[in-house]
């Protein structure tokens, strides 16, 4: 889809960091706050934005005062996944 938008110049000195280009800038703006208000996930920002690896993802949103707030669940679930890894390197080496 492609947007439109006309914005006064004095807004859009404030909105749009010197040096950046414009409809990138609004596009990241705007995908940062779906992003905080859970409309997107974070594979689908990375996906709308080119960003390959999640720790790329947890530099933007770092840059953006955006965390990434897991649940113990969440933390629990990948430390078992973590294991299994390790786990199976561990018997390929032996």
């Given at each position: 889809?492609?947007?439109?938008?006309?914005?006064?110049?004095?807004?859009?000195?404030?909105?749009?960091?010197?040096?950046?280009?414009?409809?990138?800038?609004?596009?990241?703006?705007?995908?940062?706050?779906?992003?905080?208000?859970?409309r997107?996930?974070?594979?689908?920002?990375?996906?709308?934005?080119?960003?390959?690896?999640?720790?790329?993802?947890?530099?933007?949103?770092?840059?953006?005062?955006?965390?990434?707030?897991?649940?113990?669940?969440?933390?629990?679930?990948?430390?078992?996944?973590?294991?299994?890894?390790?786990?199976r390197?561990?018997?390929?080496?032996?």
């Open positions: 889809m492609q947007v439109t938008l006309n914005i006064p110049d004095s807004l859009a000195e404030q909105l749009i960091p010197m040096g950046q280009e414009p409809s990138r800038a609004l596009l990241e703006d705007a995908l940062v706050q779906a992003y905080r208000e859970e997107i996930s974070g594979p689908q920002l990375m996906q709308a934005l080119g960003i390959e690896t999640r720790d790329e993802l947890d530099g933007f949103l770092k840059a953006r005062h955006v965390y990434i707030e897991y649940s113990i669940e969440e933390l629990n679930r990948e430390r078992e996944i973590m294991e299994a890894l390790m786990a390197e561990l018997t390929k080496t032996a």
